[in-house]
């Protein structure tokens, strides 16, 4: 069975930084697409970086050169980096997961929620101003 668990979520003043985690079981794990998305009552759920089975990232306008992707394939583990954080950035955070795929980060962070199979159960992120 496909699992995902996340951790890290909190809340930080503006400015501040967070680092999530999202730990994988039941697949390959580095064969696989993930991603991070977020979500506020009331809006769609939004794609924030994905990163593909190369390695490669992409990552939403909203965060770029603010976010950073990791992993760590010896442990299972995405991580997501935040720093400079806003007040906008606060939602529930999701991670996802599509495996086995070998779609692009790019293509991956286009195709919106749809295209994943697995989900966590999502951290919550609190920024204040």
């Known amino acids: 069975q496909q699992q995902l668990v996340e951790s890290g979520g909190g809340s930080v003043q503006a400015g501040g930084s967070l680092r999530l985690s999202c730990t994988a079981s039941?697949?390959?794990?580095?064969?696989?697409?993930m991603a991070w998305f977020r979500q506020v009552p009331g809006k769609e759920r939004e794609g924030v970086a994905v990163?593909?089975?190369?390695?490669?990232?992409a990552y939403s306008d909203s965060v770029k050169g603010r976010f950073t992707l990791s992993q760590d394939n010896t442990k299972n583990t995405l991580y997501l980096q935040m720093n400079s954080l806003k007040p906008e950035d606060t939602a529930m955070y999701y991670c996802?997961?599509?495996?086995?795929?070998?779609?692009?980060?790019?293509?991956?962070?286009?195709?919106?929620?749809?295209?994943?199979?697995?989900w966590g159960q999502g951290t919550q992120v609190t920024v204040s101003s």
């Open positions: 996802a997961a599509n495996a086995p795929s070998l779609m692009p980060a790019i293509q991956a962070l286009a195709a919106g929620a749809d295209e994943y199979r697995v």
């Open positions: 990163i593909d089975s190369d390695g490669n990232t």
């Open positions: 039941g697949y390959i794990f580095a064969a696989s697409v």
